[in-house]
C-alpha cells in the first residue's frame, strides 16, 4: 500500500437494473446460502425508470465498512451484507492507480475497510424488488472495486446470497437462475437467455397500487410456505420444471400467446400456493384482482393476448405489452378504471417513459376523464371506477443489465473524504 499517502481514496461507481420474474422463485433449499427449490425466469427492467446507483470507495483512512441507503446510514452486521463482502473480499486482486501512486495488493483487501453509498430512483421495500437491484448494485461495484477477475455469472452467485433473486439483476434481457445441484451453491447461478434486444417491441406497465397493508416480507413468507403447504412440492417439483422449459421456447420464438399463458398462470400459482400456506398469505389485493379481471376481459375479447400480468410478493401489477400500440390500448383501459385522485397531476400519475401516455392520445386530465368504457365491457352495467386506488404507473420495458458509471460526478460519495456527497 502507497504508506506516504494515506489520504487517498479510491472509487468506482455502478448502475443496476431491477427484474420482475414471469417463472417465480418461492422456496428455498438452503436459508444461509439462498438456494432455491426451482429454477426461475425473469425479465429485466430499464435502468433508465428503475435501477440502483451504488458508488463504493476504499481508503486507508477508512476505519470500519460503513453503508448508506437512500442517505441514511444503516447497519451492515446482517447475515447477507456480511456473507457477500466475505465473498467479494475473498476474490479480490491486485489494483493499482498509476497516475495516483496507489498500489493496494491482493492481501491488503482483508485489512482495508469499505464505504457504501446506495441510491435506489424507486421506492424501497415497497414491492418493486429494491433488494435485487441493491444486492446486485452491490456485488458488481464491489467487484470493479477490488479488481475480481470473474463473470457476471460468478458475480450472480454471491449477489445470491444477498437477495435470490438478485442473482437474476446480473443480466439484461430475459434471464433464467438455475437452481442448481451442488450444497454450496457454487451452480446455482444466473444466465442471460436472450439479451434485452431480441424482444424490444415488450411494453411493461407497472401499476403501484396503494397500500398500507403491512406485507409479510419474502424471505418469510417462502419459509413459511416451504413448511406448510402442501402444494409448494407438487409445484417445484411437477409444475416448475415443465413451465420453464415451454418459457425459454416462447422467449426464444418471441411467442407472446405462450408467454402470457405462462406468466399469468406462474403468477396465479404462487398466489395460489400463498393461500394455501398457514396461516394463510396475502399478497394482492381488491385492486389486484380488478387488474386481473380487466386484462382477462380485454385478452379474451381480442382472441389473442394483448398483455400478461404478474404480481410479487405484494399488490403491485406488472403487466407486459406485446408491442406500443398495446401498451397505449392498455394504458388507456387502465386510466379509465383507475383515473387519479383530484389532488394528483397526470404527469406524476403516469412517469417513466410518458411516450405511451401520448400514444394512447392523453395530454392532460380531460383526456382521462373523456376515455369510453372499453369496448369488452361496454354493454356490462354498472362501469366500475376505482378513483385512487392506483398511487401511480410506470412505463418501461426490458434493459440492459449491470454498468460502471465513469462520470465522476455521479458518484454518491465525496472523492476526497469517502463520505456522502
Ligand atoms: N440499494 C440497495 N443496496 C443494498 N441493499 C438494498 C438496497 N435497496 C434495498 N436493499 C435491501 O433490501 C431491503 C428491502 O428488501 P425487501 O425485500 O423488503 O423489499 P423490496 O425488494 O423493495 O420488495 P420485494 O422483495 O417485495 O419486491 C432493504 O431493507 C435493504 O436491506
Ligand atoms: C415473489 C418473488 O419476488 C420472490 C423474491 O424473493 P426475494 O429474492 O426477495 O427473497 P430472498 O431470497 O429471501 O431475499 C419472486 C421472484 O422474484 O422470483
Redesign the pocket.
Known amino acids: 500500500m502507497a504508506e506516504e499517502s494515506q489520504k487517498w481514496v479510491l472509487m468506482v461507481t455502478a448502475q443496476t437494473p431491477t427484474n420482475i420474474a414471469v417463472i417465480k422463485y418461492w422456496g428455498k433449499r438452503d436459508e444461509n446460502l439462498i438456494l432455491a427449490i426451482n429454477d426461475s425466469i425473469s425479465v429485466t427492467l430499464d435502468p433508465a425508470h428503475l435501477c440502483?446507483t451504488?458508488t463504493v470507495a476504499v481508503s486507508p483512512a477508512f476505519n470500519q465498512d460503513r453503508?448508506w441507503?437512500n442517505g441514511k446510514e444503516?447497519s451492515l452486521s446482517?447475515g447477507r451484507y456480511q456473507n457477500c463482502l466475505r465473498e467479494i473480499r475473498a476474490r479480490a486482486n491486485d489494483v493499482e492507480d498509476e497516475k495516483r501512486g496507489i498500489k493496494i495488493v491482493k492481501k491488503d483487501w482483508e485489512n482495508l475497510h469499505v464505504h457504501i453509498a446506495?441510491?435506489?430512483n424507486f421506492?424501497?421495500?415497497?414491492?418493486?424488488?429494491?433488494?435485487?437491484?441493491?444486492?446486485a448494485?452491490?456485488v458488481y461495484s464491489l467487484a470493479k472495486l477490488m479488481n475480481v477477475q470473474e463473470d457476471n455469472g460468478k458475480l450472480s452467485a454471491i449477489a445470491r446470497q444477498?437477495?435470490g433473486?438478485a442473482c437474476r439483476s446480473l443480466y439484461g434481457g430475459f434471464v433464467k437462475w438455475v437452481m442448481g445441484k451442488e450444497e454450496n451453491g457454487s451452480d446455482s447461478v444466473a444466465v442471460q437467455l436472450v439479451d434485452e434486444k431480441h424482444w424490444d417491441e415488450l411494453v411493461i406497465i407497472i401499476a403501484v397500487v396503494s397500500s398500507r397493508q403491512k406485507?409479510t416480507?419474502?424471505?418469510s413468507g417462502m419459509l413459511e410456505t416451504v413448511e406448510t403447504s402442501a402444494l409448494i412440492e407438487h409445484r417445484a417439483k411437477e409444475i416448475v420444471p415443465k413451465r420453464i422449459i415451454q418459457m425459454e421456447e416462447a422467449i426464444q420464438k418471441r411467442d407472446f400467446a405462450t408467454f402470457t399463458h405462462l406468466t399469468c398462470a406462474d403468477s396465479n400459482q404462487f398466489h395460489a400456493v400463498c393461500l394455501d400456506t398457514s396461516p394463510p398469505i396475502f399478497y394482492m389485493n381488491d385492486t389486484s384482482h380488478r387488474i386481473i379481471s380487466c386484462v382477462e376481459k380485454w385478452n379474451r375479447s381480442e382472441g389473442t393476448p394483448q398483455v400478461a400480468y404478474t404480481f410479487?410478493?405484494?399488490p403491485n401489477a406488472v403487466l407486459i405489452a406485446r408491442n406500443r400500440t398495446s401498451a397505449a390500448l392498455l394504458l388507456q383501459r387502465l386510466l379509465f378504471h383507475f383515473p387519479p385522485n383530484s389532488e394528483t397531476d397526470l404527469n406524476s400519475y403516469v412517469i417513466g417513459d410518458k411516450s405511451i401516455l401520448k400514444d394512447a392520445g392523453i395530454q392532460e386530465i380531460k383526456d382521462v376523464e373523456a376515455l369510453p368504457p372499453p369496448p369488452e365491457i361496454k354493454d356490462k352495467v354498472p362501469v366500475q371506477k376505482c378513483k385512487g386506488e392506483i398511487s401511480y404507473f410506470i412505463c418501461t420495458r426490458p434493459g440492459r443489465g449491470p454498468v460502471l458509471i465513469s462520470d465522476e460526478s455521479q458518484a454518491l460519495l465525496n472523492p476526497y473524504t469517502g463520505l456522502p456527497k
Open positions: 440502483t451504488t453503508m441507503l444503516i446482517g446506495s441510491y435506489n421506492p424501497t421495500a415497497a414491492g418493486l424488488a429494491s433488494s435485487a437491484a441493491g444486492f448494485c452491490l444477498g437477495s433473486s406485507e416480507s419474502s424471505t410479487d410478493a405484494g
